[in-house]
């Protein structure tokens, strides 16, 4: 929940607010812990002081207070509202030239789905994940921190007004692949267009997927097959298996998983 007369974001979990202290922990703006927590934050603790940051011990409703979660798991640290790194032609440039990955996601929604997905994302190497303009602000939230159990720690987060005209732009600079349940190149063919060039992964929720403006604008698209579509390769008629994909997270972290092992 943010602070919004402060503009701040509550991050909250064990797991985030560890990474975001060991990592990062100028963002910082006030630390509060229950008890019980105070030997794992010593080192932080002993940071904030040095600095003149505030930290105190508080009960765990005041927690729940400030992060809007019964989930804050005992700490909850304050920072300053988070906003993604606007695509400049420079930084495309520095992702060709690195032969980077980089991840978009199209239509997610979900600050839980995008928290899940940074998680994969740091676990596989994955450090570049784009979000549309006008969804990155509300998926950026305590939710998808505490979600990403310390992965923001380790990503960056930009945003795009267009995805349509950065794919045009990216033709042949950058191996553009989208993910689509109709595809007929499995995912762990992947190594077959991971070629000598930056790969960028494009994931759509799992309702609709990915637009078909986007898909239009791939050089490749790949599905990871179910059960069904490796037992009936022929088959046209998806519907008439019950469970036609992935969640998103769930998908990303299979693909992340095959383009890793390409590095």
């Given at each position: 929940?943010?602070?919004?007369?402060?503009?701040?974001?509550?991050?909250?979990?064990?797991?985030?607010?560890?990474?975001?202290?060991k990592e990062h922990p100028e963002k910082i703006k006030r630390?509060?812990?229950?008890?019980?927590?105070?030997?794992?934050?010593?080192?932080?603790?002993?940071?904030?002081?040095?600095?003149?940051?505030?930290?105190?011990?508080?009960?765990?409703?005041?927690?729940?207070?400030?992060?809007?979660?019964?989930?804050?798991?005992?700490?909850?640290?304050?920072?300053?509202?988070?906003?993604?790194?606007?695509?400049?032609?420079?930084?495309?440039?520095?992702?060709?030239?690195?032969?980077?990955?980089?991840?978009?996601?199209?239509?997610?929604?979900?600050?839980?789905?995008?928290?899940?997905?940074?998680?994969?994302?740091?676990?596989?190497?994955?450090?570049?994940?784009?979000?549309?303009?006008?969804?990155?602000?509300?998926?950026?939230?305590?939710?998808?921190?505490?979600?990403?159990?310390?992965?923001?720690?380790?990503?960056?987060?930009?945003?795009?007004?267009?995805?349509?005209?950065?794919?045009?732009?990216?033709?042949?600079?950058?191996?553009?692949?989208?993910?689509?349940?109709?595809?007929?190149?499995?995912?762990?063919?992947?190594?077959?267009?991971?070629?000598?060039?930056?790969?960028?992964?494009?994931?759509?929720?799992?309702?609709?997927?990915?637009?078909?403006?986007?898909?239009?604008?791939?050089?490749?698209?790949?599905?990871?097959?179910?059960?069904?579509?490796?037992?009936?390769?022929?088959?046209?008629?998806?519907?008439?298996?019950?469970?036609?994909?992935?969640?998103?997270?769930?998908?990303?972290?299979?693909?992340?998983?095959?383009?890793?092992?390409?590095?």
């Amino acid at each position: 929940m943010k602070n919004k007369k402060n503009t701040e974001l509550a991050v909250c979990g064990l797991a985030a607010v560890k990474a975001l202290g060991k990592e990062h922990p100028e963002k910082i703006k006030r630390f509060y812990y229950e008890e019980g927590r105070a030997g794992v934050f010593g080192d932080l603790c002993k940071y904030l002081a040095k600095n003149k940051i505030p930290y105190n011990k508080v009960e765990a409703e005041d927690l729940e207070k400030l992060c809007g979660s019964v989930h804050h798991q005992g700490v909850v640290a304050m920072i300053d509202e988070s906003k993604p790194i606007e695509v400049t032609k420079a930084i495309v440039d520095s992702w060709i030239l690195h032969k980077e990955k980089i991840l978009l996601l199209d239509r997610i929604g979900n600050a839980n789905n995008l928290g899940a997905i940074v998680r994969s994302a740091a676990f596989f190497g994955i450090h570049h994940i784009i979000l549309p303009m006008h969804e990155s602000q509300s998926m950026i939230t305590t939710s998808s921190y505490r979600v990403a159990q310390g992965g923001m720690e380790y990503v960056t987060i930009y945003s795009l007004r267009s995805i349509i005209r950065f794919l045009q732009e990216i033709k042949g600079k950058i191996t553009r692949v989208g993910t689509d349940v109709r595809s007929k190149m499995p995912v762990k063919d992947l190594s077959k267009v991971c070629n000598d060039k930056a790969i960028l992964l494009i994931l759509g929720n799992e309702e609709q997927g990915i637009s078909s403006l986007v898909k239009e604008n791939c050089d490749y698209l790949t599905v990871i097959p179910s059960a069904f579509m490796l037992q009936n390769p022929n088959e046209e008629n998806w519907d008439i298996f019950p469970v036609e994909s992935l969640n998103v997270a769930q998908a990303a972290s299979v693909i992340l998983y095959e383009m890793s092992k390409e590095s």
